[in-house]
């Protein structure tokens, strides 16, 4: 078999893009879309993503991590598939999709997409970290600096080590300034360190607006790929109008015999 991709990235965390309008993807088939985002036997990526068509929306994103399972929604694909959305002309500049936890309303305009996000009302605050769910399960932990830090290590003691087989997403935190944190995380399903996550720089900003390290309302998060900005509104301690904003590039496009 033949199959037709592009490849795209948001802020360094890079994904292989299918059109499967047609439904001719094999869904099931696990162990292909590992083999497609293998670096050396591959393509190469994060994840992978189809876009197909859906009754209630514009389209619908089916998003897999890494390791060939479907994951749970990604902030940085969702932006991605916006793009490409965009690139197919099955959009304009603005769109409400569908993804894995719900419908999601986005815009998308000089290469920059600004991909609305669910509320969130649940943050478990506990003396060493925070845990929300962004869309996907995140571990935020504060460190002195990211630049050092063991991120792949630590990262995965506490992804097996605290949330077992299930596991979650785990971040490390800076303060740079007021509005201004560095983050590095370590995937679930990459299990890896990548260079950006996007639910996970919307956590991130969630838990550092929530646990008052921060009062703004536009919160700049550095990754290793790039600057993400999340706009928030707090009520009552419901987060709501959530917005991860930034840049989503095609980088290649090609075929693959697989
Ligand atoms: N890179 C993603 C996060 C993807 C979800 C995650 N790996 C999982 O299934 O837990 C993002 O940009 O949000």
Same mark, same amino acid.
């Given at each position: 078999?033949?199959?037709?991709?592009?490849?795209?990235? %948001?802020? +360094?965390?890079?994904?292989?893009?299918?059109?499967?309008?047609? &439904?001719?993807?094999?869904?099931? #088939? !696990?162990?292909?879309v590992?083999?497609?985002?293998?670096?050396?036997?591959?393509?190469?990526?994060?994840?992978?993503?189809?876009?197909?068509?859906?009754?209630?929306?514009?389209?619908?994103?089916?998003?897999?991590?890494?390791?060939?399972?479907?994951?749970?929604?990604? %902030?940085? +694909?969702?932006?991605?598939?916006?793009?490409?959305?965009?690139? &197919?002309g099955?959009?304009?500049? #603005? !769109?409400?999709f569908?993804?894995?936890?719900?419908?999601?309303?986005?815009?998308?305009?000089?290469?920059i997409?600004?991909?609305?996000?669910?509320?969130?009302?649940?943050?478990?605050?506990?003396?060493e970290?925070?845990?929300?769910?962004?869309?996907?399960?995140?571990?935020?932990?504060?460190?002195?600096t990211?630049?050092?830090?063991?991120?792949?290590?630590?990262?995965?003691?506490?992804?097996?080590?605290?949330?077992?087989?299930?596991?979650?997403?785990?971040?490390?935190?800076?303060?740079?300034?007021?509005?201004?944190?560095?983050?590095?995380?370590?995937?679930?399903?990459?299990?890896?360190?990548?260079?950006?996550?996007?639910?996970?720089?919307?956590?991130?900003?969630?838990?550092?607006?929530?646990?008052?390290?921060?009062?703004?309302?536009?919160?700049?998060?550095?990754?290793?790929?790039?600057?993400?900005?999340v706009?928030?509104?707090?009520?009552?301690?419901?987060?709501?109008?959530?917005?991860?904003?930034?840049?989503?590039?095609?980088?290649?496009?090609?075929?693959?015999?697989?």
């Amino acid at each position: 078999m033949t199959l037709s991709f592009y490849k795209y990235q %948001g802020t +360094g965390n890079d994904f292989v893009l299918i059109d499967n309008r047609q &439904l001719k993807f094999p869904k099931n #088939d !696990t162990k292909l879309v590992a083999f497609l985002c293998d670096r050396k036997f591959g393509i190469g990526g994060d994840g992978l993503i189809l876009l197909e068509n859906d009754e209630l929306s514009d389209f619908r994103m089916v998003y897999y991590n890494a390791d060939g399972n479907e994951g749970s929604m990604c %902030g940085n +694909g969702g932006r991605c598939t916006v793009a490409f959305a965009n690139f &197919l002309g099955v959009i304009e500049k #603005d !769109t409400v999709f569908n993804a894995v936890d719900g419908k999601h309303a986005a815009t998308i305009e000089n290469g920059i997409v600004s991909l609305q996000m669910q509320d969130v009302s649940e943050i478990k605050e506990k003396p060493e970290y925070v845990f929300l769910n962004t869309g996907s399960p995140h571990h935020v932990q504060m460190v002195k600096t990211v630049e050092n830090f063991e991120v792949y290590k630590e990262g995965k003691k506490l992804r097996y080590g605290l949330y077992g087989q299930i596991g979650s997403n785990i971040n490390f935190v800076e303060i740079l300034e007021d509005d201004t944190f560095a983050v590095r995380t370590y995937e679930r399903g990459v299990e890896d360190e990548t260079l950006s996550c996007g639910t996970g720089v919307t956590a991130v900003a969630i838990a550092m607006h929530n646990a008052g390290k921060t009062s703004a309302n536009r919160i700049k998060v550095n990754t290793q790929g790039g600057e993400l900005q999340v706009e928030l509104c707090e009520k009552d301690g419901i987060y709501s109008h959530i917005h991860l904003i930034g840049p989503a590039k095609q980088v290649f496009k090609g075929k693959i015999v697989c």
